[in-house]
């Protein structure tokens, strides 16, 4: 593994890591609210072997610093830098996002390093505006009531603490589906209660108010959709209309009992997927 400090519009530094065949066909891989690039060890285990795999960590996140801002600007901004950093010039790469590293897709496709630089791109269990009112975290009818609720859940400035397991009760229950192996909910609990409380509240309010909509209909890239369906975070409604949205569509994938983390809960499923886009849309680098 490499690793490489890209730096933001801002002067932010990012956190990058670089695995696999420097001149294998290249992947970004972009994690969600909370996470990190441990987010994604199987995809990195598997595609590292025939691909170069690029990963990093969002502001705050894992080994990257907090940043004073908090944005959608700012998440197109990272990953407009992650692409200059890693990427040659005209090379292509696939990009695939999971949650609001798929919003982060969304906000940068109207950048020109994205037009650059990306080949297609993947959305794993994201959506693109009403993210509060459409989660059935909290299991009331949908209303003013349960909106309310789930943003102040959401948004909770309360530290996780270590992971125990009433903890991982709970975000299994919140984030994953009924039949994800122990294993798996360790990992991803250990994952979520590693982010910073002041990290998770800033980036909470972000997601409240998102609305990217827009930037849907600007993402002309082949895209493929994937979402679970016992996702409570991003419920499938949101995967069902970016499909209906993107210019370029190429599927939606609903995996039945799978929940909001794909990546680690079907991780066969979403390497696959990001390997056919791979094969389909990107070449090999010049030379090599």
Same mark, same amino acid.
């Given at each position: 593994?490499?690793?490489?400090?890209?730096?933001?519009?801002?002067?932010?530094?990012?956190?990058?890591?670089?695995?696999?065949?420097?001149?294998?066909?290249?992947?970004?891989?972009?994690?969600?609210?909370?996470?990190?690039?441990?987010?994604?060890?199987?995809?990195?285990?598997?595609?590292?072997?025939?691909?170069?795999?690029?990963?990093?960590?969002?502001?705050?996140?894992?080994?990257?610093?907090?940043?004073?801002?908090?944005?959608?600007?700012?998440?197109?901004?990272?990953?407009?830098?992650?692409?200059?950093?890693?990427?040659?010039?005209?090379?292509?790469?696939?990009?695939?996002?999971?949650?609001?590293?798929?919003?982060?897709?969304?906000?940068?496709?109207?950048?020109?390093?994205?037009?650059?630089?990306?080949?297609?791109?993947?959305?794993?269990?994201?959506?693109?505006?009403?993210?509060?009112?459409?989660?059935?975290?909290?299991?009331?009818?949908?209303? %003013?009531?349960? !909106?309310?609720? /789930?943003?102040? *859940?959401? #948004? @909770?400035?309360?530290? $996780?603490? +270590?992971?125990?397991?009433?903890?991982?009760?709970?975000?299994?229950?919140?984030?994953?589906?009924?039949?994800?192996?122990?294993?798996?909910?360790?990992?991803?609990?250990?994952?979520?209660?590693?982010?910073?409380?002041?990290?998770?509240?800033?980036?909470?309010?972000?997601?409240?108010?998102?609305?990217?909509?827009?930037?849907? %209909?600007?993402? !002309?890239?082949? /895209?493929?959709? *994937?979402? #679970? @369906?016992?996702?409570? $975070?991003? +419920?499938?409604?949101?995967?069902?209309?970016?499909?209906?949205?993107?210019?370029?569509?190429?599927?939606?994938?609903?995996?039945?009992?799978?929940?909001?983390?794909?990546?680690?809960?079907?991780?066969?499923?979403?390497?696959?997927?990001?390997?056919?886009?791979?094969?389909?849309?990107?070449?090999?680098?010049?030379?090599?």
């Amino acid at each position: 593994m490499k690793t490489l400090t890209a730096t933001s519009r801002d002067g932010s530094p990012l956190h990058v890591e670089i695995h696999g065949p420097e001149t294998a066909p290249a992947v970004v891989l972009v994690h969600g609210w909370t996470c990190s690039t441990l987010f994604w060890a199987a995809q990195i285990e598997d595609l590292a072997r025939d691909h170069r795999v690029i990963a990093y960590d969002l502001r705050g996140h894992g080994r990257t610093p907090a940043s004073p801002e908090s944005s959608t600007t700012a998440l197109a901004d990272d990953l407009e830098a992650v692409l200059l950093a890693t990427l040659a010039p005209g090379e292509k790469a696939v990009v695939a996002g999971h949650s609001m590293g798929g919003m982060t897709v969304m906000a940068a496709a109207t950048r020109s390093a994205f037009r650059e630089h990306v080949a297609a791109t993947l959305l794993c269990s994201t959506g693109s505006s009403r993210l509060v009112a459409e989660s059935t975290v909290v299991p009331l009818k949908a209303g %003013r009531a349960r !909106t309310w609720l /789930t943003g102040k *859940i959401l #948004g @909770s400035k309360a530290p $996780l603490g +270590p992971v125990t397991p009433v903890g991982k009760r709970v975000l299994k229950y919140a984030t994953m589906g009924l039949g994800s192996a122990p294993e798996a909910v360790e990992r991803c609990a250990r994952i979520v209660h590693a982010c910073p409380r002041k990290v998770r509240h800033a980036w909470s309010r972000v997601l409240e108010g998102l609305d990217l909509d827009d930037g849907v %209909r600007q993402l !002309t890239v082949p /895209t493929a959709v *994937i979402a #679970g @369906s016992a996702d409570r $975070l991003t +419920p499938p409604v949101h995967a069902r209309a970016l499909a209906a949205a993107l210019p370029n569509c190429l599927g939606l994938t609903e995996l039945y009992g799978i929940g909001h983390m794909t990546p680690v809960e079907a991780p066969d499923t979403v390497t696959g997927r990001i390997r056919e886009l791979t094969t389909t849309y990107t070449q090999l680098k010049e030379g090599a």
